[in-house]
Nanobody, 127 residues
């Protein structure tokens, strides 16, 4: 599985950005896609994730109500719409792929549970 993230940039606080993640390679019948971010000197943190069907999503509390994760299955592309951006959202954003260990609405939030990663795209929010 290959992942290619894009769409990062410099934006003022309160502004918006949309990240994209193009996926390619082997197909699976049950998988999850997600976004993580990593600020300098900090760990890679969970941002949002969704199941392959698109009917189950999960968000970190810090972005809930501001960010929206979605996918276009026809284009094999994952998106992260980021609104009302804050300076603390500044980080490198990574998209990721995994096969969840459990069914239902469960989605892993720890980075070690995700198997494939994109290269990252920088988001900088100026205050």
């Amino acid at each position: 599985v290959q992942l290619q993230a894009s769409g990062g940039g410099l934006v003022q606080a309160g502004g918006s950005l949309r990240l994209s993640c193009a996926t390619s390679g082997r197909t699976f019948s049950n998988y999850a896609l997600g976004w993580f971010r990593q600020a300098p000197g900090k760990e890679r943190d969970f941002v949002a994730a969704l199941r392959w069907s698109g009917d189950t999503t999960d968000y970190a509390d810090s972005v809930k109500g501001r960010f929206t994760i979605s996918r276009d299955s026809a284009k094999n592309t994952l998106y992260l719409q980021m609104n009302s951006l804050k300076s603390e959202d500044t980080a490198v954003y990574y998209c990721a792929f995994t096969i969840p260990l459990y069914g239902g609405g469960w989605l892993p939030r720890d980075a070690v549970s995700w198997d494939y990663w994109g290269q990252g795209t920088q988001v900088t929010v100026s205050s």
